[in-house]
């Protein structure tokens, strides 16, 4: 009998292993990336897959969001920033379910021009397990996330900081 209940309760562990590393798949550090395709601004599809071999920021945000908003320059300055385009890095920053009007008034009023891409159903964010914004994930150009951040930067040298995980 005890031998029984040594068993089911090994496999019972062993199960619950499985299933809690299932869940949350893709999104926790030294995991690949979920893959996924999304519409830019401009209505061209943009697949996250083809972007292997660049180290990538995924930023997901709203132009509702006040701390995303707060960082967007930041994010700008590392856009524009040469010795990170050198690098190879890519951003894409990923509207969480706001129209396409709207976000693109948004970049033109604020004069940003950083990738912008439109999950306007919020299935990204699901696969990403995005429940608060802003955050960020700095992926390697392996396709593994290095690490993710949730809440605003307060600075450049911040977000930088956080490259250094991704760049060489």
């Known amino acids: 009998m005890m031998r029984k209940l ?24 030294g995991n690949v ?5 999304l519409k830019n601004l401009d209505g061209e599809t943009v697949s996250f897959s083809e972007l292997r071999g660049s180290p990538v920021i995924l930023n997901f945000w709203a132009t509702s969001c006040g701390w995303c908003v707060l960082e967007m320059p930041f994010i700008q300055e590392i856009y524009e920033d040469k010795e990170w385009q ?15 009007s709207l976000v693109r008034q948004f970049m033109q009023s604020n004069n940003f021009s950083f990738p912008v ?52």
């Open 6 to 29: 040594m068993t089911i309760s090994v496999m019972i562990l062993a199960l619950a292993l499985v299933t809690a590393g299932c869940t949350s798949k893709g999104t926790q550090v």
């Open 86 to 100: 050198d690098k190879g890095l890519m951003i894409l920053a990923i509207n969480k379910k706001e129209t396409p």
């Open 33 to 37: 990336a979920p893959d996924f395709e």
């Open 117 to 168: 891409l439109l999950d306007t159903n919020g299935d990204v964010s699901l696969k990403y397990n995005v429940t608060g914004i802003p955050v960020a994930f700095f992926i390697d150009k392996d396709g593994i996330i290095q690490e993710s951040k949730l809440g605003a930067f307060s600075s450049k040298a911040d977000i930088e900081n956080s490259l250094e995980k991704i760049l060489p």
